[in-house]
Every structure is written in C-alpha cells, then in structure tokens.
C-alpha cells in the first residue's frame, strides 16, 4: 500500500503560480512512476505530468507544456508540481496517482494509488 496526501492548492489570479506537493508513505518511493492528475467540474479526470522512477523522465499533457513542471526528491518521499502562468482552465482538482507498472503513464488506469486531492481555483 502507498498513501498520498497532495497540499499546495488554493485561489490564485491567472498569471500566478503555484507548486503543489504530494508526500507518499508505506512503500518504497523509489519504486514508482509518479503523475499528477485533474478534473474539473463536469469533466473526466485528465493527464497533467507524469515521471518515472529512475532517471526523472517526465512527461506533459499538451495544454500544460511550457508551464508546469514535474519533479521528485526521493529522499522525501515527495513530488512536486510547479505550475506557473495559471489560467482559469486550470482549475480543477488536482490528484497526485502512483503506479508501478511500465504502462502508459498518461492513462489514469495505470495508476493504483491515489490521493484525496487539492483544489486550484484560478480567477481570471
């Protein structure tokens, strides 16, 4: 089993930024692919960044490219989500997911952890 609890969510102005932050407990952290995940009101969960566990590759939904960046600091047992120039389509809740399998990271039914998620409300 692997627990996840997100923080750094909040209200923010279009333009702003925010790092969102998800601490994992009960296995090792290492071992697995992180990504973050969002859903805003009245739409599916969609793909925002994924990275691996081994060397850090990571990867990017097209509407986030440029903007937001993934990271992890093992020794933490933490990744990361630095979002900047926020727009109001990025509000959602966002959800951080952990997976250990090799399979498409951008599909969230390859993850089998999740956390309770954080809200990011971005005014225009």
């Known amino acids: 089993q692997v627990q996840l609890v997100e923080s750094g969510g909040g209200l923010v102005q279009a333009g702003g930024s925010l790092r969102l932050s998800c601490a994992a407990s009960g296995r090792t952290f290492s071992n697995y692919i992180m990504g973050w995940f969002r859903q805003a009101p009245g739409k599916e969960r969609e793909f925002v960044a994924a990275i691996t566990r081994t060397y850090g590759a990571t990867y990017y939904a097209d509407s986030v490219k440029g903007r937001f960046t993934i990271s992890r600091d093992n020794a933490k047992n933490t990744v990361y989500l630095q979002m900047n120039s926020l727009k109001p389509e990025d509000t959602a809740v966002y959800y951080c997911?952990?997976?250990?399998?090799?399979?498409?990271?951008?599909?969230?039914?390859?993850?089998?952890?999740w956390g309770q998620g954080t809200q990011v409300t971005v005014s225009s």
């Open positions: 997911a952990a997976t250990s399998s090799g399979t498409d990271v951008r599909v969230s039914a390859a993850y089998g952890y």
